[in-house]
């Protein structure tokens, strides 16, 4: 595996975007081979709040795989105060500085999604959004509000916070959640160990909730092992489903990864499946018409 010198090399520095007024920042990474010739698949990673992209580059670790897959990776920065270097999404009801402003940053996203379509080759009917956290609430919103644009979501550690939208069609989701996450409970309310104090819906009750818009079928189909239980509710108009994996001794954290903040994740990562590999096998299957 390559150190993050040597990966952070291979990125651009990190690049400025004017929305509204405001400079926003990212990092991508544009795979090997790379060319104005096709389109290529867009994933975002959205880091969780009080972090940023370079948190979200370590946590997903996915440079290697869009080299040998083929899709453009972006990591923006949430909303901060100038100087900032950790940031906030504002996702409904969370978080920070980014909720007390009001911040548009599903526009902005959208926004900088339409400046890879037009000065990179990003495929519009291929963008997708992954996050932790803050980042995965994030996600939720950003499809909600634009499901026209985006493909596909993965939700990890993060549930459906935003009230008030509805999807105009439908997203294929798929998602994470420990049973032992203090930050974000699976079951909803206030996280004890959360630094955003707010309450949080039950994570299967959004769940519940994209699978009822895409029209999928009410029951899950359930898969359980000692690790964690899987469920698939299928079926979903555009051929949409929604998958949602329920980690029995998880935490806080982007399952496969490296323990620590600097990798995003607030508790160990569960070592017992690999969040980023199988983001990328669901994803890789879906695009808009």
Known sequence: MASDIDRLIRFSDKSKFVYKGLDRFYLH??????????????VLILHGGGANGENAMRMADMEAMADREGFILLYPDGTGRPGDRVFTWNAGRCCAYALEINADD??????????????????????????LSNGSMMVHRLAAEHADRIAAIAAVSGGFNVDGVQPSEPVSVIAFHGLLDRHTPYEGGVGEASLFKRVDRPVREGMELWAKWNGCAAESQREENT???REIFSGGRGHSEVVFYT????AH??????????????????????ASDLIWQFFKTRQKS
């Open 253 to 274: 954290a982007w399952p496969g990864g490296r323990p620590g903040l600097r990798y995003g994740n607030a508790d160990p990562p569960s070592p017992d499946l690999n």
């Open 227 to 229: 690790a964690y239980t």
């Open 106 to 131: 599903s526009g902005f996203l959208i926004a900088l999604i339409d400046y890879f379509i037009e000065q990179h080759g990003a495929d519009r009917g291929r963008v997708f959004a992954a996050g």
């Open 29 to 42: 990474y544009l795979p090997e081979h790379h060319s104005l010739d096709r389109k290529w698949p867009l």
């Open 247 to 250: 980690l029995k001794d998880q």
